[in-house]
């Protein structure tokens, strides 16, 4: 699988069968290709960007930076990776809602 912008991996509903609240084990929340889980390791990636983007700044404000170029890269990974999540939450917010405006 390749691996876009920032290391984010995309995120696909793949297997996701489980029901909130329940406590007994689905298959998306025992495997490691449920949605749960794509779900977490993106947010950890993530943090993980920001984190080298905030030590390239702390470098350039001391002064200990040798490249500017390279804090400018990962600035502007971080901001398309913090859209992407964000944008991503969003479309999950509106389908909760959608789905709990459904009537059985």
Do not use: C, W
């Amino acid at each position: 699988m390749t691996i876009p912008l920032g290391g984010i991996p995309p995120v696909g509903i793949g297997a996701v069968t489980g029901v909130a609240g329940s406590t007994r084990g689905t298959p998306a929340t025992e495997g490691a290709d449920g949605f749960a889980a794509v779900l977490a390791s993106t947010f950890d990636k993530l943090q993980a960007t920001q984190s080298v983007t905030s030590e390239l700044a702390v470098q350039a404000a001391t002064g200990d930076l040798k490249d500017v170029h390279d804090y400018m890269i990962a600035s502007a990974e971080a901001g398309l990776a913090t859209e992407m999540v964000v944008t991503i939450k969003n479309q999950a917010v509106a389908a909760f809602n959608e789905i709990m405006r459904m009537q059985i």
